[in-house]
């Protein structure tokens, strides 16, 4: 399929702002520990500013323009991809994205879906969603998503909190999510609802998170570096609180 994209008919949500204030307020209403927080992440290079991060960093969320370039890449490797077939002792969770504008919601529950599992609070939503999705494939992990209104109440609420005027729902949207996440094999995998599956990127070291040296260079900074000089792109770690 070269449209990954659910069609017009699907559910669809106001698109989500990158602010991770807000993020985090969507999933600490919907389960997350306070114990963590999204934090904007201003400099994928600089190594002073990577360090005033908390790590480890359980996630890291690339926001950016879907590009001819992006899309060109993107399918030549989907080509050579199978269908992903999930199953309870795969390293990490992946659903697959069928709610319209919906990529935002999809990259956080990617992060905190695939964080130490002591960060989801017993009893709440977000930990009702994730373990009657464990053992679904992947369009009963679609349907649990667009038929869960505890996230489209939280997604709404959140959306219409931004800083800057919310769109439609129905608004064709260019900006995308994705997400980079370690998972229970130690490798670094990229977390996208667009497509096929989830994607190994490569090993990390035990001590070495999304934010390490060698998890940037096989992750955000070599998807950048397809881009050439379309660098507008933000980005946002779910790492520990401050507090």
């Known amino acids: 399929m070269s449209n990954p994209d659910p069609p017009t008919s699907a559910p669809a949500f106001i698109p989500l702002e990158a602010n991770p204030e807000l993020m985090t307020t969507l999933?600490?209403?919907?389960?997350?520990?306070?114990?963590?927080?999204?934090?904007d992440v201003y400099s994928l290079t600089d190594p002073d500013l990577l360090s005033f991060l908390p790590r480890p960093a359980y996630a890291l969320l690339l926001v950016?323009?879907?590009?001819?370039?992006?899309?060109?890449?993107?399918?030549?490797?989907d080509s050579l991809l199978p269908d992903h077939t999930p199953s309870p002792d795969f390293p990490v969770m992946?659903?697959?994205?069928?709610?319209?504008?919906?990529?935002?919601?999809?990259?956080?529950l990617h992060?905190?879906?695939?964080?130490?599992?002591?960060?989801?609070?017993?009893?709440?939503?977000?930990?009702?969603i994730v373990k009657t999705a464990l053992p679904l494939d992947t369009p009963g992990r679609a349907k649990l998503l667009e038929t869960e209104e505890s996230l489209a109440r939280a997604h709404r609420a959140a959306a219409?909190?931004?800083?800057?005027?919310a769109p439609e729902a129905t608004d064709d949207v260019d900006l995308h999510?994705?997400?980079?996440?370690?998972g229970k094999d130690g490798g670094l995998w990229e977390m996208d609802g667009r497509r096929k599956g989830p994607i190994?990127?490569?090993?990390l070291e035990g001590g070495e998170d999304v934010l390490?040296?060698?998890?940037?260079?096989?992750?955000?900074?070599?998807?950048?570096?397809?881009?050439?000089?379309?660098?507008?792109?933000s980005a946002v770690a779910l790492a520990g609180g401050y507090d």
């Not at 950016?64 to 490797?77: C, D, G, V, W």
């Not at 992946?94 to 956080?108: D, H, P, S, V």
């Not at 999510?177 to 370690?182: E, G, P, R, T």
């Not at 190994?200 to 090993?203: A, E």
């Open 27 to 39: 999933l600490t209403n919907l389960g997350m520990s306070p114990a963590l927080a999204l934090h």
């Open 64 to 77: 950016f323009p879907i590009t001819p370039t992006y899309e060109s890449h993107r399918l030549a490797e």
């Open 94 to 108: 992946w659903f697959k994205q069928t709610i319209r504008n919906a990529c935002g919601l999809m990259g956080l």
């Open 111 to 128: 992060a905190i879906a695939n964080s130490p599992e002591e960060f989801i609070t017993p009893n709440t939503d977000l930990d009702r």
């Open 160 to 165: 219409e909190r931004g800083d800057t005027a």
């Open 177 to 182: 999510y994705v997400a980079f996440v370690k």
């Open 200 to 203: 190994r990127r490569g090993d």
């Open 212 to 233: 390490s040296e060698k998890g940037l260079v096989l992750g955000a900074r070599k998807f950048l570096e397809r881009e050439g000089g379309d660098l507008r792109f």
